[in-house]
């Protein structure tokens, strides 16, 4: 297990890279002066100094020694300095961190919640009113955006009733609607894959063994059925997690929600090519080690799960 474990992060070395190469020359070809940006509240300053100040952020060098140096400073741990905020990538992403995963494990929570839920309860009353009613719900979940989903959940529960604030981070209540906007969507897709494994599981010969020993439909389905339709699920469920992270970027914008994805929309906004390098690449960190994490859990729900 630990060789497997460390020979994924080793493999997962030239994946970064190819990660940082390719947004760091995408970048460059968004047309726009980030150091004109910098100024866009202010007075414009002097040629020269515009000329100086691209010298010091290196960006009057070619763009492939540009990249050399951003990976010779990344080797040491160096993200780089924000050019609106002026201060290093590292600690600004950190400071925002523990927002984003508290609106990420929310949503995740909703959606693992209700997607279970549902597809269970969707599987057990197959064809019935109740099944299709719940798989209606699931299509509606795929298919509404996330950006008009919020608008609609801030404009009913926010500015019409007044249930919860729209923006902020302070209080739970601010969590709220954020939250079920990032969780409705992977509810839906979580409950079908759940009611089309569950119904598989149900098909095998096992199954058909504990019902004829007398068990309930309901010990069936929870004992037997669910435990083993629970691996793909779990696969679904690690994806989401990396899914949630980036799905953030719109909804934190949308709450003006102070977490990375905020930081993202905005540094992308200004052109402030550290700081998106940083996220991305934090997201893409994520998704990485979320891999790992869900192929060493399937070794305990799976045994006969082999690693080498």
């Not at 460059?28 to 940006?37: A, E, F, N, S, W």
């Not at 994806?239 to 992270?245: A, D, E, Q, R, Y």
């Amino acid at each position: 297990m630990l060789r497997y474990v460390a020979y994924r992060l080793l493999a997962a070395i030239p994946v970064l890279i190819g990660v940082s190469f390719v947004v760091f020359f995408m970048l460059r070809l968004v047309p726009g002066d980030p150091i004109r940006l910098m100024f866009v509240n202010q007075p414009q300053p002097s040629a020269e100094r515009v000329e100086e100040m691209r010298h010091q952020l290196g960006l009057d060098l070619p763009v492939w020694r540009q990249y050399l140096r951003y990976m010779g400073n990344l080797l040491q741990g160096d993200l780089g300095y924000s050019y609106r905020s002026r201060l290093p990538v590292g600690p600004e992403i950190i400071k925002r961190l523990p927002n984003t995963i508290k609106l990420a494990s929310a949503g995740l929570a909703i959606a693992v919640v209700i997607g279970l839920f549902a597809g269970i309860i969707s599987a057990a009353f197959r064809g019935r009113w109740l099944d299709r009613g719940l798989m209606l719900f699931t299509v509606l979940g795929i298919s509404v955006p996330g950006f008009w989903l919020g608008m609609m959940i801030m404009l009913i529960f926010g500015v019409q009733l007044r249930w919860f604030p729209v923006s902020g981070a302070d209080t739970w209540q601010q969590l709220v609607m954020p939250a079920f906007t990032l969780g409705i969507g992977a509810a839906a897709v979580l409950a079908r894959l759940t009611r089309a494994n569950l119904l598989e599981a149900m098909s095998q010969e096992y199954i058909r063994t504990a019902r004829a020993k007398g068990l309930s439909n309901s010990s069936v389905i929870w004992r037997h059925g669910l435990r083993n339709a629970l691996i793909p699920i779990v696969t679904i469920i690690g994806l989401m997690i990396g899914g949630l992270l980036s799905g953030a970027f719109i909804i934190e914008s949308l709450f003006a929600y102070p977490g990375v994805g905020e930081l993202a929309v905005k540094s992308i906004q200004a052109r402030d090519f550290p700081m998106v390098q940083g996220v991305v690449l934090f997201v893409a960190t994520c998704y990485v080690l979320v891999n790992i994490v869900t192929d060493v859990i399937y070794g305990f729900l799976d045994p006969r799960i082999k690693y080498s």
